[in-house]
T-cell receptor
Framework: SAVISQKPSRDICQRGTSLTIQCQVD?????MFWYRQQPGQSLTLIATANQGSEATYESGFVIDKFPISRPNLTFSTLTVSNMSPEDSSIYLC??????????FGSGTRLTVV | GQQLNQSPQSMFIQEGEDVSMNCTSS?????WLWYKQDPGEGPVLLIALYKAGELTSNGRLTAQFGITRKDSFLNISASIPSDVGIYFC?????????????FGKGTKLSVKP
C-alpha cells in the first residue's frame, strides 16, 4: 500500500486566518481525496484532487473555502480559508491504491480559536 | 444521498469476548471496507470486500459482504486490549461521483482487561 505523509499533524489557529495542509505520497497515484472528520463524527469527503484540473467538490464544500492544489501525482494541498471555530476538525488525505483500497494519512488536527 | 447505518454505536466488552458489528444501507454498494481508527491517527484498512457473499478473514477479524449488497458485518474473536478504537464501515459505488467512500458513523469499542 502507499505511505502518506501529512503535515502539519496539528495546529491551533486564530479565526480569520488560513491554514494549508500538505499531503505527500510515496508513489504516484491517480486519485487523491480530502476528508473532514468533525469531533466525534465520521468522515465526510470534501473533494477529489485531480492532477492537471480543478478539484471536484462535494455538496456543501466550495473552492473559495477549501482551495486544493494537485501539482503532480504524488502531492496535494488543502487550504482551510478564513477559519472559524466551526472548522475545528481533523482533516485527512486519502489515496486510492489499485487492488488495495483507500489508504489514509494520519490527519491534521485543527483547532480554531 | 447514500447513507450507512452502523451499529452498535459503542460496545464495552471483557477481554476474550467476541465482538460483532454491522452496517446496513438502503442502497447497494460494489465494495465494502472496514477501517479501524486509533486516537490521533487516520483510519487503517482492516478488510476489503469486493463480491456479494464474500467472507474474508484477517487474523482474528472476519467480515462478510452481504448477499443483497446492502449490508456487511465485522466480527472480532477473542478480543484483546489493543482492539480498542473506533471501527468504521465504508461503502463504495463505482457508478457514483469518482467512486468515493461513504462512511458509517463508527462503532467505539472498549475492552476491559
Amino acid at each position: 500500500s502507499a505511505v502518506i505523509s501529512q503535515k502539519p499533524s496539528r495546529d491551533i489557529c486564530q479565526r480569520g486566518t488560513s491554514l494549508t495542509i500538505q499531503c505527500q505520497v510515496d508513489s504516484q497515484v491517480t486519485m487523491m481525496f480530502w476528508y473532514r472528520q468533525q469531533p466525534g463524527q465520521s468522515l465526510t469527503l470534501i473533494a477529489t484532487a485531480n492532477q492537471g484540473s480543478e478539484a471536484t467538490y462535494e455538496s456543501g464544500f466550495v473552492i473559495d473555502k477549501f482551495p486544493i492544489s494537485r501539482p503532480n501525482l504524488t502531492f496535494s494541498t488543502l487550504t482551510v480559508s478564513n477559519m472559524s471555530p466551526e472548522d475545528s476538525s481533523i482533516y485527512l488525505c486519502s489515496v486510492a491504491v489499485y487492488n488495495y483500497g483507500y489508504t489514509f494519512g494520519s490527519g491534521t488536527r485543527l483547532t480554531v480559536v | 444521498g447514500q447513507q450507512l447505518n452502523q451499529s452498535p454505536q459503542s460496545m464495552f466488552i471483557q477481554e476474550g469476548e467476541d465482538v460483532s458489528m454491522n452496517c446496513t444501507s438502503s442502497s447497494i454498494f460494489n465494495t465494502w471496507l472496514w477501517y479501524k481508527q486509533d486516537p490521533g491517527e487516520g483510519p487503517v484498512l482492516l478488510i476489503a470486500l469486493y463480491k456479494a457473499g464474500e467472507l474474508t478473514s484477517n487474523g482474528r477479524l472476519t467480515a462478510q459482504f452481504g448477499i443483497t449488497r446492502k449490508d456487511s458485518f465485522l466480527n472480532i474473536s477473542a478480543s484483546i486490549p489493543s482492539d480498542v478504537g473506533i471501527y468504521f464501515c465504508a461503502g463504495q459505488n463505482y457508478g457514483g461521483s469518482q467512486g468515493n467512500l461513504i462512511f458509517g458513523k463508527g462503532t467505539k469499542l472498549s475492552v476491559k482487561p
